[in-house]
């Protein structure tokens, strides 16, 4: 497996030694995050760990690209200039942030009432609720997870969210 996964992420990413921290990263990911989950289940999380890793390391190379070009256009040359480039650009709006303590406040209080009603939910629900929309993976690949067919998956998740929706509308949450 650590063979084909190191092959599979120098061929994405075209950088030897690149490739070989990204392996590295997902094995260990693997081992701290998933050491209790049945031997069959781990090549899959292993495979979506390494996709993660690769799609990281594209978005990290996209941002120090864009950054480079940013302060080259500002025609900053390494000297020790008085004026502050960072204050030349204008603030992102940020009205998705909560503007008020207050408001922190509650946000905080609705995510520990998700968490809380997600922890609720029947265990098989609560594992395919996760995998399919906290993970990320589609509906084969949590059929192959879970170790159950693709329909059961999809009651699975139906099932959850149904609950969920319910429990939190009884708790007066609305999303």
Same mark, same amino acid.
């Not at 978005?59 to 940013?70: D, E, H, P, Q, Y």
């Not at 997600?118 to 879970?146: C, I």
């Given at each position: 497996?650590?063979?084909?996964?190191?092959?599979?992420?120098?061929?994405?990413?075209?950088?030897?030694?690149?490739?070989?921290?990204?392996?590295?990263?997902?094995?260990?990911?693997?081992? !701290?995050?998933?050491?209790?989950? /049945? #031997?069959?289940?781990?090549?899959? @999380?292993? %495979?979506?760990?390494?996709?993660?890793? *690769?799609?990281?390391?594209?978005?990290?190379?996209?941002?120090?690209?864009?950054?480079?070009?940013?302060?080259?256009?500002?025609?900053?040359?390494?000297?020790?200039?008085?004026?502050?480039?960072?204050?030349?650009?204008?603030? !992102?709006?940020?009205?998705?942030? /909560? #503007?008020?303590?207050?408001?922190? @406040?509650? %946000?905080?209080?609705?995510?520990?009432? *998700?968490?809380?009603?997600?922890?609720?939910?029947?265990?098989?629900?609560?594992?395919?609720?996760?995998?399919?929309?906290?993970?990320?993976?589609?509906?084969?690949?949590?059929?192959?997870?879970?170790?159950?067919?693709?329909?059961?998956?999809?009651?699975?998740?139906?099932?959850?969210?149904?609950?969920?929706?319910?429990?939190?509308?009884?708790?007066?949450?609305?999303?």
């Amino acid at each position: 497996m650590e063979r084909r996964a190191f092959k599979q992420c120098v061929f994405s990413v075209q950088d030897e030694q690149a490739a070989l921290d990204i392996v590295q990263d997902a094995m260990l990911k693997l081992a !701290e995050n998933y050491a209790a989950r /049945p #031997a069959q289940e781990l090549p899959l @999380l292993f %495979q979506r760990i390494l996709q993660n890793g *690769i799609r990281d390391h594209f978005r990290r190379g996209k941002v120090r690209s864009a950054w480079t070009t940013l302060w080259s256009s500002l025609g900053l040359t390494g000297e020790d200039d008085e004026a502050d480039p960072l204050e030349t650009f204008e603030v !992102e709006d940020q009205s998705s942030l /909560p #503007a008020s303590p207050a408001d922190r @406040l509650e %946000q905080s209080q609705v995510m520990a009432i *998700i968490e809380e009603a997600v922890q609720s939910l029947p265990e098989r629900q609560r594992q395919a609720f996760l995998l399919r929309y906290w993970e990320d993976f589609d509906v084969s690949e949590t059929a192959k997870a879970m170790g159950c067919s693709e329909g059961s998956v999809k009651t699975h998740c139906s099932r959850a969210v149904h609950a969920l929706a319910k429990l939190l509308r009884s708790k007066g949450v609305t999303l």
